[in-house]
């Protein structure tokens, strides 16, 4: 069974252009909602992954009204394929259920792993750049080492209440704590 499943993330915009582009792709159910594809409860989509079998296929008109990210968009892929399932984006002209479609995900999926591994290499390289050169990454503190020995001098010789002192330096109490 071909099932589509089609979203648009506010409720000003139409889901018509959607479930008429599904419909003749063949779907015979179509699983439909406004909601920001950024959440991750989707009652049509929970709805639509519970309801799958055995050699079904779920279309959408972009990959994107399924997913908001390609971390997700595997993810969910994952799911569909774990159930059965083939997953076919009409724009994208990805199809699972075909050899040459399960390759060009997969490349498509090896070159999104790719990118976040050399993103995070490129991360800690500039982080030991930026340490080498004498910086350090983070927050600055809160409190310089005069506001905090101040800190201490109010708790200790004037007795007063965490709280307190977190307003008048206008910081946390766990910041005032750990000072």
Do not use: C, W
């Not at 439909?32 to 594809?37: D, F, P, R």
């Not at 997969?106 to 990118?115: G, K, L, M, N, T």
């Amino acid at each position: 069974m071909i099932i589509g499943y089609a979203r648009v993330s506010t409720d000003d915009q139409s889901l018509d252009s959607q479930i008429d582009a599904l419909l003749a792709a063949g779907a015979e159910k179509v699983f439909a909602e406004k909601i920001s594809g950024s959440r991750r409860a989707r009652p049509e989509l929970d709805k639509m992954m519970e309801q799958l079998r055995n050699g079904d296929v779920v279309t959408v008109t972009k990959y994107d009204r399924l997913a908001r990210s390609l971390k997700d968009l595997l993810e969910i892929v994952e799911t569909i394929r774990e159930r059965g399932a083939g997953f076919r984006s009409l724009a994208e002209d990805i199809d699972t259920t075909t050899p040459a479609g399960r390759l060009v995900f997969h490349v498509f999926a090896s070159i999104a792993q790719f990118e976040r591994e050399r993103i995070s290499e490129r991360t800690r390289e500039g982080l030991e750049s930026a340490r080498k050169q004498g910086r350090i990454g983070g927050r600055p503190p809160a409190l310089t080492p005069a506001q905090k020995a101040e800190v201490r001098r109010m708790r200790d010789d004037e007795q007063r209440a965490l709280s307190e002192i977190a307003r008048l330096f206008k910081v946390s109490e766990r910041t005032v704590r750990r000072a």
